[in-house]
């Protein structure tokens, strides 16, 4: 088969890359290719014969997976066993068994038909949620690879088939479906490019390179005889590690991960690759780094769970007050009542054996108070989550307008969790950013370019601009200054070379991807005319050569897309482009750009040929390229980050460096990502003996190769001449600097987990106003603390020593700084936070973090996500949410107390592990700031009152069984106490935990704060519960002995008569329905028709179903109860009076109190809902906007921070132009 992919096929990378494609030159000897051998080191992988490892001994998994939490022979158990892990279900089921016996008041089906219906509709609800999961399963393990059947020939299977040892072809932009070891690549020296965003979030594409010894199995039919052995270490998490050794041949070659392609991975930039499996399924490392589906239960619901314990000995005391009391009129009465037949006794009623019949009754005292313990709450609250998910899932403001994605809640159970939220864990690439950078502003010969400005400066000028007006009397709402950010901004100032100012009007232009910058002074090649055009060109050309990106062919648009190893380069190039330099070429030496000098000119076709490449890495922070121009002068160009090339300007290399490094503070300021550019021109005598002596170096074998490496890099690149600097904005998702803010203004922490090196981390932090100028960084790395990460002599305990050292420092400096507006930001990378992992050392690094306004952890693995994120929920107490959208974010999404999935580019594993999904990130401030803080009150609020009302009617039940002598009987009919919780409570409780709002969504957003009601736990503490229990035992004493001392001594008819138990209990009953929902109408703080109508309704159905009920066939369904409204109750007043007292007594109380507390100690929503009805908003908007800026938890992150520090900048600049103006005026 002939080789594909076209003119890149030819180029031989590793003859350009230094670091990054370090090829073994050796074989090892026996005693080496021996040592892997032994605990850890067991796997041997036969290649291209993978039917030897599906028997004994070896026996490896398939490359099935699964995410489900249950299969076909675990759903029942582990699904019944979740439902009674409610303490309030184990109850009812005991009350369900007891139900069977002779004892129970009540029949069997009143109680196990309401068991079996709540527990199996949760049970369905958790089955369609799994089916959901087995779906994607299912998806995935069906896709397709192309593996050798033998004989030579390929051909396409599931990957779910794939087995350890089978060679597979994976094509351009295909998935890895195994752990694979490279073979060869359509690239001739076995180099192909991999991108690693489902594994690490990384954007930028990874080199992989195959052994020397397997580069000629580049064709199908080679592989027809092709027999390997494998021995390596077994399966771990360990995503950047690997250790094995390939037999090949009757030789020996060291593997190292540079060799290794990753499950999940893609394959970019690189027509094909052959490979052999080495790890399937759950063997391979993404699926190691992958935790199981966790059954997650919200704080209230556990919280709930203590308050039925709470109730539940309640009952239990109550119930043996009732038996004792049974028990002792049982021994001393009941021989004294004739008319009940002392003699005839039986084993609930005998007066020689009280004890046996008290304990009789006990059984029944406990089915009979059962009403304390609602089972109709679960059911409600399940009806109550599900419609509360059904609005979240309708939000029009949290649908992604250009996909149509809307948000969704993949699961109900945690609905009032959003509203508790304390620390939020977010993933970076794809989850804050889009993978896109945009060249914004330069720096060149010490004059800065670039008219456009960033979010920071737009919103600062906003907001400043806003202050002017207000001074004018032209009033603007200021905190909303980011609504619209990009429009109305059409000219920019240009601080010119003389120190005057003016202002240039910005042309709207077509926009071109990773290209923002707007200035005539180098657009349409005007850069000629500028002073130092030298400086220009080389600043133009740096950019066009210094990097290492593959031009491809646009048919569309005739020009060239370039892919990149990193977005920064890719922004660079077309910037240079645009410019008028065009990067068109590349071959295995040279590279090829057009240089076109005015817009009236044809370009011009440059060679440069490359004599060597240094690349960038974090520790160098600096890329360097040396080549041979056309008139054959040899140039080193560099760019890195600016303190790396300022420390290595020669003397005469600094002209602009004064300038340059105010340019460099301002795009800082700015949210800008920058870097320095510098070049210097190489003798060729200079140049060759360099080249010897890298040559040399490159070519070396040992340990210390590396270093070599980067000690002869270093003598080259000195006695560099500054060019300038670039300055790009990444591209941040739609409205994440402004969801941030309002986050932080709420009083959330923001932690940031990703894979990426550092500095991009840093710079993203900048970017998303996590981190500004000013704020102190405490970095906690081994490597910049004097301890080599690769030093094999340095022991663990030695690093665990260093970094409790460094954890301890920055502890104690956060201890005694004074300045109250003083900031920190932690910064971790990957292999610290390994030990800061470990138990001895993950206390101190929590209270560490905590003290941090921020904290960015760089490097970090899925597992190390995931254990990370378990370390701030059980360290903190608190509720902790993470987001991401990749298969690397979906331990964490696992283990946090929320999970929140993004359904972005980076396929739907996020998703389908999460509790819920949204289509961006800035969506997460509606979910939270709006629907959390309603659900959390409404569910909260809802629990209360639910557990409020059956307080109130279930003691009475009580009160009546003792004002009887414990005789067990119910004060009220059957029907009554079965409608009670199922229909004439239901609905108005229902329709608070759906539609009850204390303020509207556009005020949850203005006064973030109030969000803090729910991580602070307002509405669900004790103080509150205890005293909607202290309302429903009040409320059951007024029904009960009111109506009692009303109906007992005296006639309620005209005709004399005096009340009955049944006329007593409907009347009784009556009042309860009348006070209970009067409540609840006093309660709510918003009405819609659907309230009024089940509030209401649910009393006149009371009525109606009276009169059904009394006008039913005699004693067949009404018994003693017909008629009861129509012709006992109705026509006598002292009903109608009595249930407007009992009802008026009973709510009173509860007015009379929250009457005292908006007077006297508001709520902030309380003060909110006063100046919304007396329209203070609009009548005074100056009250108005001092409240919400009150409204703002106290933060020191957040792009109202940053703003807040442009301003001051402004006022200054200001103030120091006020005075020239006056000079010039009076002159």
């Not at 059409?490 to 707007?518: M, N, T």
């Not at 009152?945 to 069984?961: P, R, V």
């Not at 035992?1033 to 138990?1061: K, V």
């Not at 800026?1189 to 006020?1218: C, F, N, P, Y």
Request: aromatic share 12%.
């Amino acid at each position: 088969m002939a080789r594909g992919g076209g003119r890149q096929d030819k180029l031989r990378w590793s003859k350009l890359y230094t670091f990054s494609c370090i090829r073994p030159q050796v074989l090892l000897d026996d005693e080496q290719s021996h040592s892997l051998q032994g605990p850890g080191y067991s796997r041997v992988v036969h290649c291209n014969q993978p039917k030897l490892h599906r028997k004994k001994p070896l026996r490896y998994p398939t490359n099935h997976i699964s995410t489900t939490k249950y299969n076909i022979i675990s759903f029942l158990p582990k699904a019944i066993f979740e439902q009674f892990r409610r303490v309030a279900n184990l109850y009812f089921l005991l009350a369900a068994i007891l139900s069977l016996t002779p004892v129970t008041p009540f029949s069997a089906v009143s109680m196990i038909a309401p068991l079996a219906f709540v527990v199996g509709l949760s049970m369905a609800k958790e089955a369609l949620e799994d089916w959901r999961r087995f779906m994607q399963d299912v998806k995935i393990n069906s896709r397709k690879v192309n593996i050798h059947r033998g004989e030579g020939h390929f051909g396409y299977r599931h990957w779910q088939k794939l087995c350890v040892g089978d060679i597979v072809k994976v094509e351009k932009d295909q998935f890895f479906p195994a752990d694979l070891l490279l073979l060869s690549s359509s690239y001739e020296d076995g180099i192909c490019y991999v991108e690693t965003m489902n594994l690490d979030g990384e954007t930028n594409l990874k080199v992989k390179r195959s052994l020397e010894a397997t580069l000629p199995l580049d064709d199908d039919l080679v592989f027809k005889n092709f027999s390997a052995k494998i021995r390596c270490e077994d399966p771990n998490p360990n995503l950047y590690t690997f250790v094995g050794n390939f037999e090949y041949k009757q030789q020996v070659y060291a593997l190292d991960p540079s060799q290794i392609l990753l499950r999940d991975s893609k394959l970019r930039n690189t027509t094909y690759v052959y490979g052999v499996v080495i790890f399937t399924g759950h063997d391979s490392k993404v699926m190691q780094n992958a935790t199981r589906s966790p059954s997650k239960r919200s704080k209230i619901e556990k919280k709930m769970d203590k308050i039925i314990y709470i109730l539940f000995t309640f009952l239990l005391l109550i119930s043996l007050f009732s038996s004792v009391g049974y028990a002792a009129k049982t021994k001393i009465g009941m021989p004294h009542w004739w008319y009940l037949q002392p003699n005839k006794t039986s084993y609930i009623y005998n007066a020689s054996k009280p004890a046996l019949s008290g304990f009789y009754h006990l059984v029944t005292a406990l089915i009979l108070y059962g009403y304390l313990i609602p089972i109709s709450l679960y059911v409600s609250i399940e009806v109550v989550k599900v419609l509360q998910a059904k609005f979240i899932n309708h939000d029009v403001h949290m649908c992604d307008e250009e996909t149509g994605k809307p948000a969704q809640a993949r699961t109900s159970n945690l609905n009032e969790e959003l509203g508790q939220v304390d620390t939020i864990l977010s993933d970076k690439t794809g989850t804050l950013t889009c993978n896109q950078m945009e060249f914004l502003k330069c720096s060149i010969a010490g004059v800065s370019y670039g008219v456009g400005s960033s979010e920071v400066e737009i919103a600062a000028a906003k907001h400043f601009a806003s202050e002017a007006s207000v001074t004018s009397e032209q009033h603007m709402n200021a905190q909303d200054f980011w609504e619209d950010t990009w429009g109305g901004f059409g000219s920019s100032e240009i601080e010119l070379e003389d120190g005057r100012s003016c202002w240039v009007k910005k042309q709207r232009r077509p926009a071109i991807k990773g290209f923002s910058f707007e200035d005539d002074r180098l657009m349409h090649g005007n850069w000629v005319k500028e002073p130092n055009v030298g400086t220009v060109h080389i600043f133009f050309r740096i950019l066009a050569i210094c990097h290492t990106a593959i031009p491809e062919s646009n048919e569309k648009t005739g020009g060239f897309t370039y892919e990149a190893e990193s977005p920064d380069e890719a922004a660079f190039l077309v910037a240079a482009r645009e410019f008028g330099l065009e990067f068109c070429k590349r071959t295995q030496s040279s590279v090829f750009v057009r240089e076109k000098y005015s817009s009236f000119e044809d370009p011009i076709e440059r060679e440069f040929k490359i004599l060597n490449l240094m690349e960038f890495n974090s520790k160098r922070k600096r890329m360097s390229i040396i080549v041979r121009d056309e008139t054959g002068q040899i140039i080193l160009l560099c760019k890195g980050a600016d303190s790396v090339i300022l420390d290595r300007l020669s003397k005469n290399g600094r002209m602009f460096e004064t300038d340059t490094i105010k340019h460099l503070n301002e795009y800082g300021e700015a949210g800008l990502r920058t870097l320095a550019l510098a070049f210097r021109f190489l003798e060729e005598s200079e140049y060759s003996a360099w080249n010897a002596e890298f040559l040399r170096a490159k070519t070396s074998m040992g340990n210390d190769r590396e270093a070599e490496l980067e000690r002869v890099s270093d003598i080259i690149e000195q006695d560099l001449i500054l060019v300038g600097a670039t300055a790009v904005e990444d591209k941040l998702q739609k409205g994440v600097p402004q969801c941030i803010d309002k986050l932080a203004q709420a009083g959330l922490k923001i932690w940031v987990l990703t894979g990426d090196k550092m500095e991009t981390a840093i710079n993203i932090g900048f970017a998303c106003s996590l981190l500004r100028q000013g704020m102190k960084q405490i970095c906690l790395s081994l490597v910049s603390h004097g301890m080599p990460s690769r030093d094999s002599t340095i022991t663990a305990q030695a690093a665990k020593d260093n970094i409790l050292m460094q954890i301890t420092d920055a502890a104690q400096l956060i201890k005694l700084e004074k300045d109250p507006n003083a900031a920190f930001a932690l910064i971790v990378d990957g292999k610290t936070l390994t030990y800061c992992l470990e138990d001895d050392l993950k206390n101190p690094f929590l209270s560490l973090a905590v003290d941090c306004a921020s904290v960015i952890c760089c490097r970090v693995s899925p597992k190390q996500k995931a254990m990370l994120t378990r370390l701030v929920k059980e360290g903190t107490r608190q509720t902790t949410l993470a987001i991401g959208d990749g298969a690397n974010d979906v331990g964490m999404i696992q283990e946090a107390d929320i999970g929140i999935g993004i359904s972005g580019v980076e396929g739907m594993q996020a998703v389908m592990a999460s509790d819920f999904s949204i289509s961006q990130f800035r969506f997460l401030e509606r979910l939270l700031v709006v629907h959390g803080h309603w659900c959390y009150k409404r569910i909260a609020q809802m629990i209360c009152y639910f557990f409020y009302k059956n307080i109130a009617f279930g003691l009475t039940i009580f009160y009546f069984e003792a004002y009887t002598g414990f005789s067990g009987q119910s004060v009220y009919d059957d029907w009554y106490m079965i409608l009670f919780n199922v229909i004439l409570t239901s609905l108005p409780v229902i329709s608070l935990g759906v539609f009850e709002q204390d303020v509207s969504s556009e005020i949850c957003l203005q006064f973030p704060a109030l969000y803090q009601q729910g991580p602070r736990n307002l509405f669900f503490d004790w103080y509150r519960i205890f005293g909607w229990m202290g309302n429903g035992i009040y409320s059951s004493i007024i029904i009960y002995f009111l109506n009692i001392h009303i109906f007992y001594n005296q006639a309620f008819r005209s005709d004399g008569h005096t009340a009955d138990m049944v006329a007593v209990g409907t009347a009784m009953f009556t009042c309860i329905i009348w006070a209970v929902n009067l409540q609840i109408a006093i309660t709510m703080s918003h009405f819609t028709w659907i309230q009024h109508l089940f509030v209401w309704g649910s009393v006149a159905t009371w009525y109606i179903f009276l009169v059904a009920y009394g006008m039913s066939s005699l004693h067949l369904i009404s018994g003693n109860s017909y008629q009861i409204l129509l012709e006992a109750l109705g026509p006598a007043p002292m009903y109608w009076a009595a249930t407007l007292l009992v009802t008026l007594a009973c709510n009173i109380p509860y007015l009379a109190h929250i009457s005292f507390q908006r007077a006297l100690n508001p709520l902030d929503h309380h003060v909110i809902q006063e100046i919304k009805y007396y329209k203070k908003d609009v009548e005074d908007q100056h009250m108005w906007k001092r409240e919400r800026s009150r409204a703002r938890q106290k933060t020191k992150i957040g792009l109202t921070v940053r703003v807040d520090a442009k301003i001051r900048q402004l006022r200054e600049k200001l103030q120091k132009k006020m005075p020239s103006l006056g000079n010039q005026t009076q002159s």
